[in-house]
C-alpha cells in the first residue's frame, strides 16, 4: 500500500511553541486524517479534513489540505507537555482498501 | 463514542506456544477490522484486513498460517499468533471500522504486546 510521508521524523519544542508537521502523499484521496498515539497505546482519530476542504480547525489544532501539491500540515498551537506523543497522517487510496498511514512525527514538548 | 476493546494488553509467553488477542468494538458493528503490527519507533504496519463472516484479506509477506484471523461476529475479531517465536515480539494493534455509509474514521483497540521468551 501506498504510505504517506512525514516530515520531521522527530520534532522538539518548548512548551508554549506551535508545532508543526507534514505530510505528503501520493495518490488521489477523498479524506485525510490526523491521529495520535501516546507510547505504547494504541491510535486515537484527531481529525478529519476532505479533499474539498482547505483549513479545518480543532480547538488547538489547525489542518491545512493542498491537493494539488498532495500535502497536508497538522499544527498544534501553544503546546503543552502533554501533547507529547506521535501523529500520523492517514488516509483511504480508494473504496474498501485499508487505511495508509504515514511514518510519524514523535513530537516531545519540553516542559 | 466509538470504543473498541483490545486484550489482553500484555502477554509474555515461551517459544512454540500460540497466544490469541481478542479485539472487540463494544458499542457499534464492525464488518471490517485491522490487524497492525508496530515495531518500536515505527509506523503502523497493516497484516490484514479481517472481514465478518469471510476469509481474512493479508497483506503482502504476512503468513496467513502464522497469523490466524477470525471475525465470527459484527463485534468480535481474533488474531491469533501460532507457534511464537521471539521474532513475533511486537506490539499488535487493531482497529475497527463502523458498519455503514461514511465510515471514514477508524476506532482503535489500545494494543497488545506480546513478548516471547
Known amino acids: 500500500s501506498q504510505q504517506g510521508e512525514e516530515d520531521p521524523q522527530a520534532l522538539s519544542i518548548q512548551e508554549g511553541e506551535n508545532a508543526t508537521m507534514n505530510c505528503s502523499y501520493k495518490t488521489s484521496i477523498n479524506n485525510l486524517q490526523w491521529y495520535r498515539q501516546n507510547s505504547g497505546r494504541g491510535l486515537v482519530h484527531l481529525i478529519l479534513?476532505?479533499?474539498?476542504?482547505r483549513e479545518k480547525h480543532s480547538g488547538r489544532l489547525r489542518v491545512t489540505l493542498d491537493t494539488s501539491k498532495k500535502s497536508s500540515s497538522l499544527l498544534i498551537t501553544a503546546s503543552r507537555a502533554a501533547d507529547t506523543a506521535s501523529y500520523f497522517c492517514?488516509?483511504?487510496?480508494?473504496?474498501?482498501?485499508?487505511?495508509?498511514f504515514g511514518k510519524g512525527t514523535r513530537l516531545s514538548v519540553i516542559a | 463514542g466509538a470504543v473498541v476493546s483490545q486484550h489482553p494488553s500484555w502477554v509474555i509467553c515461551k517459544s512454540g506456544t500460540s497466544v490469541k488477542i481478542e479485539c472487540r468494538s463494544l458499542?457499534?458493528?464492525?464488518?471490517?477490522m485491522f490487524w497492525y503490527r508496530q515495531f518500536p519507533k515505527q509506523s503502523l504496519m497493516l497484516m490484514a484486513t479481517?472481514?465478518?463472516?469471510?476469509?481474512?484479506?493479508?497483506e503482502q509477506g504476512v503468513e496467513k498460517d502464522k497469523f490466524l484471523i477470525n471475525h465470527a461476529s459484527l463485534t468480535l475479531s481474533t488474531l491469533t499468533v501460532t507457534s511464537a517465536h521471539p521474532e513475533d515480539s511486537s506490539f499488535y494493534i487493531c482497529?475497527?471500522?463502523?458498519?455503514?455509509?461514511?465510515?471514514?474514521?477508524?476506532?482503535f483497540g489500545a494494543g497488545s504486546r506480546l513478548t516471547v521468551l
Open positions: 479481517s472481514n465478518e463472516g469471510s476469509k481474512a484479506t493479508y
Open positions: 482497529s475497527a471500522r463502523p458498519t455503514g455509509t461514511g465510515a471514514n474514521v477508524l476506532t
Open positions: 492517514a488516509f483511504w487510496n480508494s473504496g474498501n482498501t485499508p487505511l495508509v
Open positions: 479534513i476532505r479533499s474539498n476542504e
Open positions: 458499542d457499534f458493528q464492525a464488518t471490517t
